[in-house]
């Protein structure tokens, strides 16, 4: 059991009953599960058992075209990883929120609050929320355009993290002989006025353990790259293959290094839908059976939703339609991209682009055994895509399971992944340091 | 033991380590503890043992000039009682949000989702937040006017009702052969369109398993009393006097049935700080020591921002200046006419004054044995004063664990208060029916 000096991370991307938007209807699968804060303790603990770094939850803020057959979102993320924490010790708990339909005193909160809840164990995965439906829930008539989001997100993050900072570390002094319960040289104002916010500060809430949440960010257009270059700690991202993950990995990195931030600072972590069995075959069958499940109709709407363009009516042997340029799209523009190419080189039918995406909405799905899993993870690792790799079982508990049990080891034998947690922040699991205040910075240079 | 028809109600007002402005000097607290998760999940515990039926957060959305020397909120309301929830299986959780500065849709999925995770114990303390320099941390110059904020408030929580209906309790089909998750027929669009928001719905999430959370309420001006009648379900409110008690219970209730509500669909709530010992003096002694404990400076803080007058220079021991009109109160104009109240009719100097706040900062303290601190309860409840109590231990964990383990067996004995939950809701808790869709109804008449 070789040890190397650098060993990737592992994140698990959990989503209802699983990806496979067919998972709940599965036999592997109860239905019922998707509204059982049970099965998120336990798939919480099942990824612990594994020792991933984290446990993470997409989100959106409306149900969309697709309540007919699957609308998973029961519950809100930072409360479900609420309830995570305390079925678990050591797994870091990264959730979604927008920047485009929250503020930063809001938002900043409450990842500080799951911060101290769960012992420095908070991750905010920022989105800017490409989704049609959402602005309607937020008094808009439109969802505001691809780079005036990325603008209000940058003047956000920039907010909540003289939030956090707001605070220093060591401004709670707790003495009860003196009366003094915190040090007022040591919380601050932030006084913060932008195009977006004014916000006075300090945050109603002392430092939390880790400082600041991990700052996760999963768009991968233009704009999006250069935000995460600028904030980012990890990045998910679709990646479908070994090429063009390998050429993300080095234009991201090389935004992050002319940020003047050092290139380890920020870890790369693509998506995978793994369907494990003993044999190849046996796993190609797997997939099958789950892709036979998928309710056309369903998909259609998807698939439509992503293009920007009805289908709905469109015959699913025949292939698709002219697509619009990906300037016209204000949404998701990578994911769009992403799909159109993958249409277009292979002169898909409707209904194979359907199998194709079922996994995992674009994300890569592969089919194998545990040694081919473990092989194909190491090979990203090893050829310069992936600092470690976002897990999305197409069907929940049992993928998750059979990752841990079965590739877990492997890759631990392989010295490629921890066999224990060294650290007990979700910070550490990824190694990062931990954040000093920016207003301690200055105060130091003040009173030198 | 007779069992009375009419029972009471209990509510535990949980506050980091005690009301008691000075709870964490004294050596009976750890002051630790308000920042240990650990420690609010024990209080949950200690009250679902004693059987109450809630314990309850209050939340303020700005540190204010109270750091130096009291500064409980490290944790948002939402996400502790989640912990709680985690820790507990029957007791409600009762969480402050304010209207001011949240938008619908984001309180209507937050309050669903907790209710999700507790299987239906969730609570909603409505307030429209009175604190000056809250308005600095959500990019407003000043508070806004009183009046406005309740306008806000009822179209606010109009349009969270709508959002909570808009999925109809057997909306979720979830079945895997047809492939159908949900009937669209039962999930509705609200299409709010109001003076302060427009929300096109549905929630993005099914229907929780009390419909609606209990809606709670905290104000008691004009403006508060008729919000609550229309709207409310408790109402938490500061009373000093049985013949207050009396006169605002009256007030309320006749307001409620005047909305065309039956008088029981409402509980009031007075809040009470019992320091308990076997025999008063020791009692009267508890408090005391208390009392001396309080820091001049942090109680001078809390009284300027009360009265809106500046005390921070004023002589202890000479009485208090003249007060400003409750008409130019925008802040907390029920406290605000309390406390003016208090120290002009006794004439009390500064220091008297802040000795008798510092229990529960205008609630009533009452120093006594069990016995008669139960008499004292059932005489409120029996001469028209309260529905119930809302208990402010003025120490934590002690204060509570006296109280349940002393106070809350004599009432049992006496038939007053329950021996064992007979509901699984905080609605089942409180004797209130689960309410029905608004949108089921109208589906009903239309296909009738
Ligand atoms: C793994 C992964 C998870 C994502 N999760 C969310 C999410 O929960 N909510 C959301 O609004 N967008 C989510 N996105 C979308 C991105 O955050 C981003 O909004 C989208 O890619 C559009 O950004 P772009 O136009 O920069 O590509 C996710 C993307 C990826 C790759
Ligand atoms: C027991 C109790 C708890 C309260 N909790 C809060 C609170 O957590 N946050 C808040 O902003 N106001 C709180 N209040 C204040 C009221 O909600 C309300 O804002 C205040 O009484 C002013 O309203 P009024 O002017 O109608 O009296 C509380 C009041 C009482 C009696």
């Not at 938007?21 to 998120?40: C, K, L, M």
């Not at 990824?430 to 207003?439: D, E, I, K, T, V």
């Amino acid at each position: 059991m070789s040890q190397r000096s650098k060993q990737f991370h592992l994140n698990a991307f959990l989503m209802g009953v699983g990806h496979h938007e067919a998972a709940w209807r599965h036999p592997r699968t109860n239905a019922d599960d998707v509204r059982s804060v049970g099965h998120f303790a336990e798939l919480g603990r099942i990824a612990e058992r594994g020792k991933l770094d984290s446990v993470f939850f997409a989100d959106g803020l409306a149900v969309g075209p697709r309540i007919k057959h699957n609308a998973l979102a029961t519950f809100e993320p930072v409360t479900l990883l609420t309830a995570i924490a305390g079925a678990t010790e050591h797994i870091g708990l990264i959730a979604t929120s927008s920047t485009t339909y929250s503020d930063p005193f809001t938002t900043a909160r409450k990842f500080a609050s799951l911060d101290h809840i769960s012992g420095g164990r908070a991750g905010w995965n920022i989105v800017t929320s490409a989704g049609e439906d959402e602005a309607a829930n937020f008094g808009l008539d439109a969802i505001p355009d691809h780079l005036g989001r990325y603008q209000r997100a940058e003047e956000f993050v920039d907010a909540a993290v003289a939030l956090w900072d707001s605070w220093e570390d060591d401004a709670v002094v707790l003495d009860p002989d003196t009366g003094v319960f915190a040090d007022p040289d040591k919380v601050h104002a932030i006084d913060h006025a932008g195009a977006h916010f004014r916000i006075r500060g300090p945050l109603n809430s002392p430092r939390s353990p880790q400082g600041r949440p991990l700052l996760v960010q999963a768009g991968s257009s233009e704009s999006g790259k250069d935000f995460a270059a600028r904030y980012a700690e990890a990045v998910f991202t679709a990646q479908r293959t070994l090429a063009q993950g390998q050429e993300f990995y080095r234009d991201l990195k090389a935004r992050v290094t002319a940020h003047g931030r050092h290139a380890d600072e920020l870890k790369v972590l693509p998506g995978i839908v793994p369907f494990i069995a003993p044999t190849e075959s046996e796993a190609r069958e797997l997939e099958r059976e789950f892709t036979e499940l998928i309710s056309p109709d369903y998909a259609l709407r998807q698939l439509s939703a992503i293009l920007g363009v009805d289908l709905t009516a469109h015959s699913l042997d025949a292939p698709l339609p002219p697509l619009p340029s990906v300037h016209e799209i204000q949404g998701n523009k990578s994911r769009y991209e992403l799909v159109k190419e993958l249409a277009e080189s292979d002169a898909l039918t409707v209904r194979e682009l359907i199998g194709l995406l079922g996994g995992g909405r674009g994300h890569r799905t592969f089919a194998g055994t545990p040694e081919q899993i473990a092989d194909e993870l190491q090979l990203w690792f090893e050829q310069g895509a992936a600092d470690g790799f976002n897990i999305m079982p197409p069907y929940l508990p049992g993928g998750l399971t059979d990752f841990v049990d079965q590739v877990v080891p492997i890759l631990q034998r392989r010295g490629l992944f921890r066999a224990e947690y060294t650290a007990s922040t979700l910070r550490g699991h990824y190694g990062l340091a931990h954040p000093s205040s920016q207003f301690a910075a200055s105060r130091a240079r003040n009173s030198a």
